[in-house]
Each structure stands twice: as C-alpha cells, then as structure tokens.
Nanobody, 129 residues
Framework: EVQLVESGGGLVQPGGSLRLSCAISGYSGSRYCLAWFRQAPGKEREGVAAIVTGGGGGSPVYDDSVKGRFTISQDNGRKETVYLHMHSLKPEDTATYYC???????????????????WGQGTQVTVSS
C-alpha cells in the first residue's frame, strides 16, 4: 500500500524559513509526479508546487504565489523523499500542507486535486509574529 508522510511543519515568524518533507513508501518505481498542496481555514485546497521524480520530467512547477520563495526538490540520496523548501514566509502561507502523488507525469493540470491517487495526512505551517 502506498503511503505518504509529511513532516517539518511548525510555527515560524514572517520572513522565516521551513523545510517540509514528504516520504513515500509502498511504491517500487522511481518515476512519479509528487505535488505539494495547501489548505487554509475556509479556503479551497490549492496546488503549491510539483515535481517529476527520477529525472527526465522537466522542471518543477510552482503556483505564482510561491515562485521565487519556495523550491521543491527530491533528495538525491533518499529517492523516496521530496522536500518543499519555503523561504520569505508570509502570514498568508499559513495552512495545512499536504503532499500527493500520481504515477504519471505532472502535466499542465498538476494543480488539480482529483489528478492524484494518494495523499498524506498533512502538516501545519503557521506564519505569525
């Protein structure tokens, strides 16, 4: 059974940084699309960033709201782990962050929730002074 586990959330001041991790297990392949989503209270879940693991899948993609501040990457040593590096955090980044996977390329519709087969339980990120 495929499982995803997020970690790394917490409380950070505006302008600070956090690194979220998503560990995938139960899948023997090396190539898939892994995305980070977030959901703030009272708001729709939105796509933040996505990456095709295993190389050859093109550049990562980002929502405009996080471009230049967030970076998604795969751990070179532990291929089953994907990170979301978050810098220059703002109060509006406060949300529960989820990772999700689909066993295909990311494609132009990477930000659509219904394109993903498996989800993690989420990790809370709070940006506040």
């Amino acid at each position: 059974e495929v499982q995803l586990v997020e970690s790394g959330g917490g409380l950070v001041q505006p302008g600070g940084s956090l690194r979220l991790s998503c560990a995938i297990s139960g899948y023997s392949g090396s190539r898939y699309c892994l995305a980070w989503f977030r959901q703030a209270p009272g708001k729709e879940r939105e796509g933040v960033a996505a990456i095709v693991t295993g190389g050859g899948g093109g550049s990562p993609v980002y929502d405009d709201s996080v471009k230049g501040r967030f970076t998604i990457s795969q751990d070179n040593g532990r291929k089953e782990t994907v990170y979301l590096h978050m810098h220059s955090l703002k109060p509006e980044d406060t949300a529960t962050y989820y990772c999700a996977v689909r066993f295909a390329g990311c494609g132009f519709d990477w930000y659509k929730q219904n394109r993903y087969n498996y989800w993690g339980q989420g990790t809370q990120v709070t940006v506040s002074s």
